[in-house]
């Protein structure tokens, strides 16, 4: 993160769909009023 309520944080996504959001029900939780209750999903696809 660069900015926000926890800047300078990082954090490893070790699955391989991850949503993020101010909803606790969200893989990563983000208490920041100016982001969404289910803000974004990360989908790891591997092509062969």
């Known amino acids: 993160m660069r900015s926000g309520p ?8 070790d699955k391989a769909e991850v949503s993020i959001g101010r909803d606790l029900s969200s893989g990563l939780t983000v208490p920041d009023p100016e982001i969404s209750r289910r803000h974004a999903r990360f989908i790891v ?4």
Request: aromatic share 16%.
């Open 6 to 13: 926890i800047p300078g944080s990082s954090f490893y996504l």
């Open 45 to 48: 696809k591997t092509e062969v």
